[in-house]
């Protein structure tokens, strides 16, 4: 009597990855979708941390903090997606004076675009020793690629607080911010 062998056969082997692989397809525009999302969440966390931590170092150094995009994480240069730096602004004119002066850097976010609008059409946001800012309100917002409504926006009101709008129905309430 001879055993019979346990395996598969060419032909079932064929079936299983030919499922295997159209499963796979399909489950690729969701993980991009969650990629995106993700790295949403994860920009607009970055940029609230930034503001907070800016805030929280001028009061506790009892100096001026500034907050500025950075493209190579030294200077105040680049856009607000290339990265961000946190830095004492000894002449208070949103420029770093000197590297030490650089107290933290964020690295860049690879997914949107970044935007910032000041009521006093700065380029940076600044920070009182007294946790206020610089007379200044002013609004951030990312937008995806291709996209034409931002995906969040986080405004910034003169008492250094900032406030996060990611609800669909209040994006599209604000007409002035365009990607």
Not at 61 to 76: E, F, Y
Not at 163 to 175: G, H, L, P, S, Y
Request: aromatic share 10%.
């Amino acid at each position: 009597m001879l055993k019979k062998l346990k395996g598969f056969s060419l032909l079932e082997l064929i079936v299983t990855i030919s499922i295997a692989t159209i499963l796979f397809a399909l489950m690729i525009p969701s993980q991009k979708i969650f990629i995106d999302k993700t790295a949403e969440q994860v920009s607009s966390s970055q940029l609230l941390r930034a503001m907070s931590l800016a805030r929280s170092e001028a009061s506790s150094r009892g100096r001026v903090v500034s907050l500025c995009k950075s493209s190579d994480q030294k200077t105040c240069t680049g856009n607000w997606e290339q990265g961000q730096i946190i830095f004492v602004d000894e002449n208070q004119n949103g420029q770093v004076q000197d590297s030490s002066y650089v107290l933290f850097s964020f690295a860049s976010i690879k997914s949107g675009k970044i935007f910032w609008k000041s009521s006093l059409h700065k380029a940076y946001l600044q920070f009182l020793p007294t946790g206020f800012t610089n007379s200044q309100n002013g609004t951030f917002w990312f937008c995806e690629k291709d996209e034409k409504v931002p995906a969040w926006i986080i405004r910034v009101n003169r008492l250094g607080r900032a406030r996060m709008i990611n609800d669909a129905v209040e994006i599209n309430k604000e007409k002035e911010l365009t990607c």
